[in-house]
């Protein structure tokens, strides 16, 4: 099946500065990547997603970049603000698999003021 | 209005008893989810329907039976409950099969067996 990785696990930034989230998948058969943000206690919110058709979207200070030949995406968020802070998961899907996700492991990211 | 609604929010309960979690969406959406988030933070997809319809069962243990009356509503019902059960618990939907994953979660149910 397939496995997803999701790197770094923790992540400080500076607000203001720029956020970066790698993840990696297994199954060239997947085609659609979400970006879920999860706020402490809070239930995850779909922030972003991507599908292998394209190889980059963006929605103001968030952007997610897709390499289908080396099965990684990355979640770019700038101009880091404190309500940034959270949890923010990676995922993919085989549409085959009936929209089964599989989930990265998760980044904490903490915006310092 | 909330889009994916789910109760209780809270649910404390003793080993060995029967519980249920509701969910009910107000989106439109044929697909419905049921995810399990450990207490590390991992998510995990355990059940999905679309249109009443069971599609993903994953390797959940048969104490768990999800029940969709209609496809607005996807309830959890847990047989004899174990301390390894405690998590929160989600429910989320997407517009169609064609979406690819779920598009809005449950506020959780956070489970506790005592």
């Known amino acids: 099946g397939e496995n997803v990785e999701q790197h770094p696990s923790t992540l400080s930034v500076q607000e203001g500065d720029s956020a970066v989230i790698k993840c990696t998948y297994s199954d060239s058969a997947s085609n659609y990547f979400p970006w879920y943000k999860q706020e402490l206690g809070k239930r995850p919110q779909l922030i972003i997603d991507?599908?292998?058709?394209?190889g980059e979207k963006k929605d103001q200070r968030i952007a997610v970049t897709l390499n289908k030949t080396a099965k990684h995406f990355s979640l770019h968020i700038t101009e880091t603000q404190p309500e940034d802070s959270a949890v923010y998961f990676c995922a993919a899907s085989i549409p085959a698999a009936g929209n089964k996700l599989t989930f990265g492991g998760g980044t904490r990211v903490l915006v310092k003021p | 209005d909330t889009a994916v609604s789910q109760t209780p929010k809270y649910l404390v309960t003793q080993m060995g008893n029967d519980k249920s979690i509701k969910c009910e969406q107000n989106l439109g959406h044929d697909t419905m989810y049921w995810y399990k988030q450990d207490s590390k933070k991992f998510l995990k997809i355990m059940f999905s329907?679309?249109?009443?319809?069971?599609?993903i069962n994953e390797t959940v243990p048969n104490r768990f039976s999800p029940k969709s009356p209609d496809k607005a509503h996807l309830n959890l019902h847990i047989n004899s409950l174990e301390l390894g059960d405690s998590a929160v618990y989600f429910c989320?939907?997407?517009?169609?099969?064609?979406?690819?994953?779920?598009?809005?979660f449950g506020q959780g149910t956070r489970l506790t067996v005592v």
């Open positions: 991507i599908r292998s058709n394209v």
């Open positions: 989320a939907s997407s517009q169609d099969l064609l979406r690819g994953g779920p598009a809005f």
């Open positions: 329907y679309n249109n009443k319809e069971l599609i």
